[in-house]
Nanobody, 123 residues
Framework: VQLVESGGGSAQAGGSRRLSCAAS????????MAWVRQGPGNRRAGLAA????????VYDDSVKGRFTVSLDNAKTTMYLQMNDLVPEDTAMYFC?????????????????WGQGTQVTVSA
């Protein structure tokens, strides 16, 4: 599975951005996909995950109510709509996928990773 993120950039606090992750699977469709971020000096942290078959979603408390993950099955593209951004959301955002298993926020459970896209939020 190859993953390519886009949509990163700069935003003001309180603003919004939408990230996209285009997935191409030569050997089958991932069962679950997730957005993971890593800020400066921090470990990778799972933010949101979605089951590709029936779109069950799970969120970390830090983004619940502000971020929304969705999946366009026709395009095999996952999105992350980010609203009410705060400076603490500044990080590299990665798209991840797994070929078996459900949606989880544990980054180590994902096998496939994109190259990441930077989001910078200024106060």
């Amino acid at each position: 599975v190859q993953l390519v993120e886009s949509g990163g950039g700069s935003a003001q606090a309180g603003g919004s951005r939408r990230l996209s992750c285009a997935a191409s699977a030569e050997t089958g469709r991932p069962t679950a996909m997730a957005w993971v971020r890593q800020g400066p000096g921090n470990r990778r942290a799972g933010l949101a995950a979605i089951v590709t078959s029936f779109h069950y979603t799970v969120y970390d408390d830090s983004v619940k109510g502000r971020f929304t993950v969705s999946l366009d099955n026709a395009k095999t593209t996952m999105y992350l709509q980010m609203n009410d951004l705060v400076p603490e959301d500044t990080a590299m955002y990665f798209c991840a996928a797994r070929g078996g298993g459900g949606a989880t926020l544990v980054a180590d459970n994902y096998t496939y990773w994109g190259q990441g896209t930077q989001v910078t939020v200024s106060a």
